[in-house]
């Protein structure tokens, strides 16, 4: 990146940071948000930059905010990081669509498309080629993805006093329905439970994440994965407007008559099974997301297409199929099927 490059995004950044900082008054009035207030009781969308600019169009991001007409928490929800994670953006429509602010308590925080580039040209990756969820917390003085992740981030941290990031499967996988939680957090492992969709996969989040930076600054946050890239597809879509209007519910931001908070499966070990050495070819998976599996399982089967051999592609484990390829080309070591293990 030139120096040019630099000063200008960094002019970009700097705007964004100084018309962000809050304006609130101390007894719950209107809220200031990227220049734009927005009144107790009532909706806003709009776009983060109001600037128009070449640099600009690869930072720029819808903005969906609910202030309610009474105090609460403000749950933050984001959206297409991954900008082929087509299922997270419509969940967030849907979410805040929703939503009457008349009748809320607290703040919605939206920001549906963060990766708005790579949506829009169907890219998990956002321009630069790096992968924005092992960015943050970024940096002022980095890339675009840097860039990106920091603004984000630090908007984020100064706001929210919960996190749910919607995701997918990527790369021609999917997964079944499951929320993504540190259990060492009683928070975000609690925020998991009461989302009340899926099962439950323990564990810390990946260095540069979203969901790893928000909890180090003391922020429950939680994953939702549902389903495959590119597409959408209605019931993940369906379970994850659930799954965030439960969270709503449990932080007493909105009324959810007849709730009980489930008790799901939860996970806190998992392995993949990949491809052996040798055996590439085309994959047909003979088990479906979700299934239950006990060690020598038969699962799928890898056909060469030049010698016509076939694979069978056998479980070493038990366990459950919470993520699987889909059918396609594969090479040595690529991952077929995720299991979740006790």
């Known amino acids: ?39 107790p009781g009532t909706s806003s969308k709009f776009a983060a930059l109001d600037r128009r600019g070449f640099e600009a169009s690869f930072l720029n991001m819808p903005v969906f905010v609910a202030r309610g007409a009474k105090p609460g928490p403000t749950l933050c929800v984001t959206a297409a990081i991954h900008g082929d994670e087509t299922n997270s953006v419509e969940i967030a429509r ?15 925080y939206m920001l549906p498309m963060v990766n708005a580039d790579g949506f829009r040209s169907r890219n998990r990756q956002v321009t630069d080629g790096r992968d924005l969820n092992r960015s943050f917390p970024g940096n002022a003085n980095g890339s675009v993805a840097s860039l990106l992740a920091y603004f ?33 957090s009683e928070a975000s492992t609690e925020l998991a439970r ?7 996969l323990g564990g ?34 369906a379970r994850g407007v659930e799954g965030v209007r439960n969270v709503m519910h449990y932080l007493g931001m909105m009324p ?40 020598g399982t038969r699962m799928g089967r890898v056909v060469d297409p030049v010698t016509d051999e076939e694979h069978v592609v056998i479980s070493r484990h038990a366990g459950q199929i919470i993520g699987m390829s889909l059918p396609q080309p594969v090479l040595s070591g690529n991952p077929l099927f995720h299991l979740g293990m006790d």
């Open 94 to 108: 849907r979410v805040f669509a929703g939503i009457d602010a008349a009748k809320l308590n607290g703040m919605m």
């Open 194 to 200: 009461r989302f009340g969709v899926g099962l439950i």
């Open 256 to 295: 959810i008559s007849n709730y009980v908070a489930p008790q799901p499966r939860i996970f806190e070990r998992t392995r993949w099974v990949r491809v052996p050495r040798g055996q590439g070819g085309f994959f047909f998976p003979e088990l479906s997301l979700g299934a239950k599996v006990e060690a």
């Open 1 to 39: 990146m030139t120096r040019c490059t630099r000063c200008c995004l960094g002019g970009l950044l700097y705007l964004m940071s100084v018309v962000s900082v809050a304006a609130e008054t101390a007894d719950w009035g209107a809220v200031e948000i990227w220049s734009n207030s927005i009144e």
């Open 204 to 237: 810390s989040a990946p260095d540069g994440s979203l969901r790893g930076e928000m909890l180090r600054a003391g922020i429950p946050a939680i994953i939702y994965e549902g389903g495959g890239p590119l597409l959408f597809q209605e019931e993940e879509v």
């Open 152 to 184: 984000v981030f630090t908007e984020l941290k100064s706001r929210c006093d919960a996190l749910i990031d919607l995701h997918t499967g990527s790369n021609l996988r999917s997964n079944y329905p499951q929320v993504r939680a540190d259990l060492e």
